[in-house]
Protein backbone atom coordinates (compact mmCIF):
# COMPACT_ATOMS: atom_id res chain seq x y z
CA UNK A 1 0.00 0.00 0.00
CA UNK A 2 1.78 3.42 -2.05
CA UNK A 3 -0.90 5.94 -0.55
CA UNK A 4 0.81 7.54 1.96
CA UNK A 5 3.70 7.44 0.15
CA UNK A 6 5.76 10.55 -0.83
CA UNK A 7 4.70 12.03 -4.01
CA UNK A 8 0.73 10.71 -3.80
CA UNK A 9 -1.98 13.25 -4.19
CA UNK A 10 -4.68 13.88 -1.45
CA UNK A 11 -7.26 11.11 -2.64
CA UNK A 12 -5.34 9.46 -4.86
CA UNK A 13 -4.64 5.67 -4.97
CA UNK A 14 -0.71 5.06 -4.81
CA UNK A 15 2.68 7.25 -5.18
CA UNK A 16 5.31 6.19 -6.77
CA UNK A 17 7.93 3.90 -5.24
CA UNK A 18 11.36 3.60 -6.11
CA UNK A 19 13.06 0.54 -6.42
CA UNK A 20 14.60 0.42 -3.08
CA UNK A 21 10.72 0.18 -2.04
CA UNK A 22 10.15 -2.73 -4.00
CA UNK A 23 12.85 -4.69 -2.87
CA UNK A 24 12.52 -3.68 0.98
CA UNK A 25 8.19 -4.60 0.72
CA UNK A 26 9.88 -7.98 -1.19
CA UNK A 27 12.19 -8.93 1.62
CA UNK A 28 9.17 -8.22 4.21
CA UNK A 29 6.90 -10.16 2.26
CA UNK A 30 9.72 -13.53 2.24
CA UNK A 31 10.57 -13.02 6.02
CA UNK A 32 6.59 -12.92 6.89
CA UNK A 33 5.66 -16.33 4.48
CA UNK A 34 9.13 -18.08 5.52
CA UNK A 35 8.29 -17.68 9.57
CA UNK A 36 4.90 -19.24 8.47
CA UNK A 37 5.81 -22.03 6.72
CA UNK A 38 9.45 -22.86 7.97
CA UNK A 39 9.79 -23.97 11.14
CA UNK A 40 13.09 -22.71 12.34
CA UNK A 41 13.11 -25.04 15.81
CA UNK A 42 14.16 -28.14 13.38
CA UNK A 43 16.64 -25.94 11.19
CA UNK A 44 20.04 -28.04 12.79
CA UNK A 45 22.08 -24.66 11.99
CA UNK A 46 20.62 -22.18 13.84
CA UNK A 47 21.83 -21.77 17.08
CA UNK A 48 21.06 -18.82 19.61
CA UNK A 49 24.01 -17.64 21.68
CA UNK A 50 23.88 -15.57 25.29
CA UNK A 51 23.39 -12.30 23.73
CA UNK A 52 20.33 -13.27 22.64
CA UNK A 53 20.88 -13.50 18.85
CA UNK A 54 21.16 -16.09 16.37
CA UNK A 55 24.12 -17.66 14.42
CA UNK A 56 24.17 -19.83 11.74
CA UNK A 57 26.69 -22.74 12.54
CA UNK A 58 27.11 -23.95 8.91
CA UNK A 59 28.19 -20.31 8.05
CA UNK A 60 29.85 -19.01 10.90
CA UNK A 61 27.59 -15.61 10.89
CA UNK A 62 25.45 -13.80 13.39
CA UNK A 63 22.01 -12.46 13.17
CA UNK A 64 19.89 -10.42 15.03
CA UNK A 65 16.87 -11.79 15.03
CA UNK A 66 14.67 -14.74 13.89
CA UNK A 67 13.64 -13.52 10.59
CA UNK A 68 16.81 -12.11 9.68
CA UNK A 69 18.18 -15.47 10.32
CA UNK A 70 15.44 -16.64 7.42
CA UNK A 71 16.65 -14.40 5.12
CA UNK A 72 19.92 -15.68 5.11
CA UNK A 73 18.96 -18.93 4.55
CA UNK A 74 17.58 -17.64 1.23
CA UNK A 75 20.94 -16.13 0.63
CA UNK A 76 23.41 -17.62 -1.58
CA UNK A 77 25.97 -18.37 0.63
CA UNK A 78 24.02 -20.00 2.74
CA UNK A 79 22.81 -22.40 -0.35
CA UNK A 80 26.58 -22.67 -1.72
CA UNK A 81 27.18 -23.97 1.84
CA UNK A 82 24.36 -26.32 2.16
CA UNK A 83 25.27 -27.86 -1.47
CA UNK A 84 28.94 -28.90 -0.11
CA UNK A 85 27.49 -30.20 3.34
CA UNK A 86 25.62 -32.49 1.07
CA UNK A 87 28.49 -33.89 -1.61
CA UNK A 88 30.57 -34.53 1.78
CA UNK A 89 27.90 -36.11 3.54
CA UNK A 90 27.27 -38.51 0.68
CA UNK A 91 30.73 -39.28 -0.32
CA UNK A 92 31.13 -40.37 3.57
CA UNK A 93 28.45 -42.45 3.31
CA UNK A 94 29.44 -44.21 0.53
CA UNK A 95 33.17 -44.74 2.60
CA UNK A 96 32.15 -48.45 4.32
CA UNK A 97 33.08 -48.60 7.75
CA UNK A 98 36.21 -50.27 8.77
CA UNK A 99 35.18 -54.11 10.23
CA UNK A 100 37.20 -54.92 13.28
CA UNK A 101 37.60 -58.68 13.47
CA UNK A 102 37.79 -60.29 16.86
CA UNK A 103 40.48 -62.55 17.44
CA UNK A 104 39.17 -65.54 19.55
CA UNK A 105 42.16 -66.28 22.38
CA UNK A 106 44.54 -68.52 21.89
CA UNK A 107 44.70 -71.22 24.97
CA UNK A 108 47.82 -71.90 25.84
CA UNK A 109 48.45 -76.14 26.13
CA UNK A 110 48.71 -77.50 29.46
CA UNK A 111 51.46 -78.83 30.49
CA UNK A 112 50.40 -81.36 32.96
CA UNK A 113 49.75 -81.57 36.60
CA UNK A 114 52.10 -79.49 39.09
CA UNK A 115 54.03 -81.60 42.12
CA UNK A 116 52.94 -80.75 44.84
CA UNK A 117 52.84 -81.77 48.98
CA UNK A 118 50.58 -81.72 51.50
CA UNK A 119 51.45 -81.62 55.20
CA UNK A 120 48.77 -82.30 57.99
CA UNK A 121 50.20 -80.35 61.54
CA UNK A 122 48.89 -79.97 64.78
CA UNK A 123 49.17 -77.09 67.33
CA UNK A 124 50.67 -79.00 70.69
CA UNK A 125 49.11 -76.06 72.52
CA UNK A 126 45.50 -75.66 71.71
CA UNK A 127 45.58 -79.10 69.72
CA UNK A 128 44.39 -77.18 66.28
CA UNK A 129 44.99 -78.95 63.10
CA UNK A 130 46.19 -77.16 60.52
CA UNK A 131 47.13 -77.69 56.26
CA UNK A 132 49.75 -76.84 54.54
CA UNK A 133 49.77 -76.82 50.94
CA UNK A 134 53.50 -76.67 48.67
CA UNK A 135 52.72 -76.56 45.01
CA UNK A 136 55.78 -76.50 42.10
CA UNK A 137 55.49 -74.54 39.42
CA UNK A 138 59.10 -74.41 37.87
CA UNK A 139 57.83 -73.84 34.44
CA UNK A 140 55.03 -70.83 35.56
CA UNK A 141 54.57 -67.87 33.01
CA UNK A 142 56.78 -64.83 33.82
CA UNK A 143 55.31 -62.32 35.72
CA UNK A 144 52.48 -64.66 36.57
CA UNK A 145 52.14 -65.48 40.38
CA UNK A 146 50.15 -68.77 41.18
CA UNK A 147 46.32 -68.52 43.26
CA UNK A 148 44.14 -69.90 45.14
CA UNK A 149 40.44 -70.24 46.20
CA UNK A 150 38.00 -72.20 47.79
CA UNK A 151 34.99 -74.08 45.90
CA UNK A 152 31.69 -75.19 47.82
CA UNK A 153 30.62 -78.90 46.76
CA UNK A 154 27.76 -78.01 45.28
CA UNK A 155 30.05 -75.87 42.59
CA UNK A 156 31.77 -79.32 41.45
CA UNK A 157 30.51 -81.89 39.04
CA UNK A 158 33.36 -84.65 40.02
CA UNK A 159 31.34 -86.30 43.50
CA UNK A 160 27.66 -86.12 44.85
CA UNK A 161 27.38 -83.00 46.94
CA UNK A 162 28.63 -83.33 50.56
CA UNK A 163 28.21 -80.35 52.80
CA UNK A 164 31.00 -81.33 54.95
CA UNK A 165 33.55 -81.39 52.54
CA UNK A 166 35.01 -78.03 50.51
CA UNK A 167 37.69 -78.03 47.68
CA UNK A 168 41.13 -75.96 47.69
CA UNK A 169 42.16 -74.97 44.21
CA UNK A 170 45.35 -74.12 42.99
CA UNK A 171 45.75 -72.52 39.78
CA UNK A 172 48.92 -71.12 37.49
CA UNK A 173 49.54 -71.27 33.96
CA UNK A 174 50.67 -73.16 31.91
CA UNK A 175 49.63 -76.12 34.21
CA UNK A 176 46.12 -77.34 35.23
CA UNK A 177 44.13 -76.43 38.27
CA UNK A 178 44.65 -78.75 40.84
CA UNK A 179 41.85 -79.31 44.04
CA UNK A 180 42.23 -80.79 47.41
CA UNK A 181 39.01 -81.97 49.83
CA UNK A 182 39.17 -80.50 52.86
CA UNK A 183 36.36 -80.33 55.87
CA UNK A 184 33.97 -77.04 55.27
CA UNK A 185 34.68 -75.11 58.30
CA UNK A 186 35.28 -71.60 58.53
CA UNK A 187 39.11 -70.67 58.15
CA UNK A 188 41.08 -68.90 60.85
CA UNK A 189 42.82 -65.80 59.24
CA UNK A 190 44.65 -65.31 62.47
CA UNK A 191 48.35 -64.54 62.05
CA UNK A 192 50.88 -66.90 62.78
CA UNK A 193 47.91 -69.69 61.54
CA UNK A 194 47.51 -68.87 58.32
CA UNK A 195 49.96 -67.57 55.63
CA UNK A 196 50.45 -67.48 51.56
CA UNK A 197 53.74 -67.28 50.35
CA UNK A 198 55.11 -67.23 46.48
CA UNK A 199 59.28 -68.06 46.41
CA UNK A 200 59.96 -66.69 42.84
CA UNK A 201 63.30 -68.02 43.27
CA UNK A 202 62.04 -71.74 44.33
CA UNK A 203 59.05 -71.66 42.23
CA UNK A 204 57.36 -72.78 45.59
CA UNK A 205 53.64 -71.30 46.20
CA UNK A 206 53.01 -72.60 50.09
CA UNK A 207 49.50 -71.92 51.72
CA UNK A 208 48.59 -72.74 54.84
CA UNK A 209 45.06 -72.96 56.30
CA UNK A 210 43.57 -74.27 59.74
Given amino acids: DFQNRGGAKAGSAAGL ?11 DREKRI ?8 KDPYIMRNHLGTFECRLCLTQHPSESNY ?15 RMIKDERDSTIQPTIKMKMPKRKRP ?3 RPG ?6 K ?26 RLM ?15 YVLFAAEPYETIGFKVPNKELDYTSGKYFEAWDKGKK ?7
Fill in 152 to 166: SCYEQRKEIPNDKYQ
Fill in 123 to 148: DPETNQRSLLFEIEYPEILEKLDPKY
Fill in 34 to 41: GLEVIDIT
Fill in 70 to 84: LSHTQGKKHQTNLQR
Fill in 116 to 121: YRVLKQ
Fill in 204 to 210: KYSVQIC
Fill in 110 to 112: KIG
Fill in 17 to 27: ADKQDINRARR
